[in-house]
């Protein structure tokens, strides 16, 4: 059984949890499956890991590098589809280039239905939707990461139900043998834009951290010059900073971090919520999306709509030693219930259910 899969994800991002996703596939296909990987040229750093792609010949940047570079990879993706020298492809995206061009099952994975769910974020007629809505109804078979996903696309294409599986995903840290010390900050990891919900968070932290003298540590791209205002009015500006952060750091931030907290209004699964339980971090996540789901009894959840609410649950768990022990061990036991390797058998079993059982 051979799968081609797209590049679309690797040329998009450098980094990121889509493509981690993939990345952790096929670096687990070992006897189960073979594979190749459309495209030419990326710069996304697990792309480089398994050396499917390599940088664009011309290092400089010029106006128009994107596109040019897109459409090689694009030429690439076409001439082996054409070619057929595979079983199945699984897109990594939602172009529609590869409904065009492939002559095999296809089958995608949704992640979230973010777009769709806060259409104001992003426009009611954005092109990422509108591909994807083709490639949800035309793929012949759509893995998704969570139940509450699953709920979600058959809220908006409640036809395709009978093509929806649902495989799990994990995280890439170890579970921890041995508790850390902790030290005095609160984590809040990657992006923070829009349904991150990174704003309210901060009016609800800020003054936990003056209360009880603690610092914010962010992670991702450096903070904004609204979002440095922000700190400024609520006078918080000397306790938050922000780091980029290394795979192999990640652990151990976790592990020293008081907590984490997750206050997005909406995620697919949340890989971040099993990286914290896998370090021995105690979660203070939104009750939102696929994280309780993800999360089970292992973090306390609060309203991220509420403010208040959110004060109030962070408060409790910073005010309680015992709250936070409990956390940590309820996370470590959640943390075992995920893995790669269950992930990869649940997405052999799709592939095989498009060729009869039989490869």
């Not at 919520?273 to 105690?282: I, K, R």
Request: charged share 25%; glycine share 4%.
């Amino acid at each position: 059984m051979k799968i081609l899969y797209d590049h679309q994800i690797f040329f998009l991002q450098k980094y990121g949890g889509a493509s981690r996703y993939f990345y952790e596939l096929l670096s687990r296909s070992n006897d189960l499956f073979d594979y190749e990987v459309t495209g030419l040229y990326s710069e996304n750093i697990y792309s480089k890991a398994l050396g499917l792609h390599k940088d664009f010949p011309v290092k400089a940047k010029f106006r128009g590098k994107q596109r040019i570079t897109d459409l090689f990879n694009r030429k690439n993706a076409i001439k082996k589809m054409k070619a057929g020298n595979y079983d199945v492809i699984h897109s990594t995206l939602y172009e529609p280039y590869i409904l065009k061009n492939s002559k095999k099952p296809v089958v995608i994975t949704v992640h979230d239905m973010i777009h769709e769910i806060f259409p104001e974020y992003f426009g009611v007629n954005n092109t990422y939707s509108n591909n994807k809505k083709n490639m949800i109804l035309k793929a012949d078979k759509i893995n998704v990461n969570s139940y509450t996903t699953k709920n979600d696309v058959l809220r908006f294409f409640p036809q395709v139900e009978e093509k929806i599986s649902v495989t799990y995903l994990a995280c890439s840290t170890d579970i921890l043998n041995s508790i850390m010390e902790k030290e005095n900050y609160i984590l809040f990891i990657g992006q923070r834009s829009l349904y991150k919900n990174f704003n309210n968070f901060i009016e609800a932290v800020a003054p936990l951290l003056c209360k009880y003298n603690l610092r914010l540590l962010c992670t991702g791209n450096p903070f904004n010059k609204d979002e440095i205002a922000m700190f400024k009015e609520l006078n918080i500006q000397d306790k938050i900073s922000c780091k980029f952060v290394a795979e192999e750091e990640i652990s151990a931030l976790y592990a020293k971090a008081i907590a984490f907290v997750f206050p997005s209004l909406c995620e697919g699964f949340g890989i971040p919520m099993l990286e914290a339980f896998s370090s021995g971090c105690p979660v203070i996540a939104s009750n939102k999306g696929s994280l309780p789901e993800v999360g089970g009894d292992a973090a306390v959840y609060f309203d991220p709509y509420s403010i208040d609410d959110m004060r109030l649950v962070i408060d409790n768990v910073l005010t309680s030693p015992t709250l936070q022990k409990e956390l940590v061990q309820k996370g470590l036991e959640q943390a075992k219930k995920f893995s790669w390797e269950k992930c990869v058998d649940e997405t052999v079993k799709i592939y095989k259910s498009l060729l009869g059982n039989n490869q």
